[in-house]
C-alpha cells in the first residue's frame, strides 16, 4: 500500500534531549512537509521540502532541524533549543506542483516533553 | 492578524440540519484552495478542493470569492459522521500552504 508513514506513535523525551522524528512515503512525491499542532489550534509549517537535498523553513523553524537526503524521507530532529517541544507532529506529501495538488499526512507523532 | 482566520465555533446542530462555514484569508498571491477535514487526534484529510467555478460533492458545496478573500463549506442533511473539525488551507503561488486553525463541528441526534 502507498503512504506516509511516521514513527513512533507516541514519544516521550526528557527536557534538553534531541530526538528525531521519522517521516517516510512511498508515493513518489517531490515535496515533503513537517507541521507541528497544539491542542484547539490549527497545523504550523516547521519545514518542507520540494525536491531531494533542498528545504526552506516555514513559519516556525526555530529550535528544529530537518534533512532530505532521499526522496522519500524527509527526518525532523527536535532539538533543545526548541522551548515549548509538546505538540502534535504530522508529515505530509505532496506530488508535482505543489500549488494545485493536495497534501497527504501521515498518521502523526505525538511528543511529549518531560 | 492571522493569514487564515476561521470561525473556530463550535457548531452544535441537529442531524439534518445545513450548516455553513467560512474562512478568509489575507495574501491576495492565494493560488489554491481547500477544505480538509481532521477527526479527533487523527491526521488531516482532503474533503475537497475549492474552485473560482464553486464546487459540489454530494452533500457538500465549496465556494470561493476572490474579491472578497473568502472560502466557504456548506453541508446539507449533516449526518452524524460529519462531526470533525473543518480546516480551510491557502496556498499561495510559491506553493506555501497555510492552514486555518479548524472549525469544530458537532452533530447532535
Known amino acids: 500500500d502507498g503512504g506516509i508513514t511516521q514513527s513512533p506513535k507516541y514519544l516521550f523525551r526528557k527536557e534538553g534531549q534531541n530526538v528525531t522524528l521519522s517521516c517516510e512515503q512511498n508515493?513518489?512525491?517531490?515535496?515533503m512537509y513537517w507541521y507541528r499542532q497544539d491542542p484547539g489550534q490549527g497545523l504550523r509549517l516547521i519545514y518542507y521540502?520540494?525536491?531531494?537535498?533542498?528545504?526552506q523553513k516555514g513559519d516556525i523553524a526555530e529550535g528544529y532541524s530537518v534533512s532530505r537526503e532521499k526522496k522519500e524521507s524527509f527526518p525532523l530532529t527536535v532539538t533543545s533549543a526548541q522551548k515549548n517541544p509538546t505538540a502534535f507532529y504530522l508529515c505530509?506529501?505532496?506530488?508535482?506542483?505543489?500549488?494545485?495538488?493536495?497534501?497527504?499526512f501521515g498518521p502523526g507523532t505525538r511528543l511529549t516533553v518531560l | 492578524r492571522k493569514e487564515v482566520e476561521q470561525d473556530p465555533g463550535p457548531f452544535n446542530v441537529p442531524e439534518g440540519a445545513t450548516v455553513a462555514f467560512n474562512c478568509t484569508y489575507s495574501?491576495?498571491?492565494?493560488?489554491?484552495f481547500f477544505w480538509y477535514r481532521q477527526d479527533c487526534r487523527k491526521e488531516p484529510k482532503l474533503l475537497m478542493s475549492?474552485?473560482?467555478s464553486g464546487n459540489e460533492d454530494g452533500r457538500f458545496t465549496a465556494q470561493l470569492n476572490r474579491a472578497s478573500q473568502y472560502i466557504s463549506l456548506l453541508i446539507r442533511d449533516s449526518k452524524l459522521s460529519d462531526s470533525a473539525t473543518y480546516l480551510c488551507v491557502v496556498t499561495t503561488n510559491a506553493g506555501k500552504s497555510t492552514f486555518g486553525d479548524g472549525t469544530t463541528l458537532t452533530v447532535k441526534p
Open positions: 475549492v474552485y473560482s
Open positions: 508515493l513518489n512525491h517531490d515535496a
Open positions: 521540502s520540494q525536491i531531494v537535498n533542498d528545504f
Open positions: 495574501n491576495s498571491a492565494s493560488q489554491s
Open positions: 505530509a506529501s505532496q506530488e508535482g506542483t505543489p500549488v494545485y495538488n493536495e497534501q497527504f
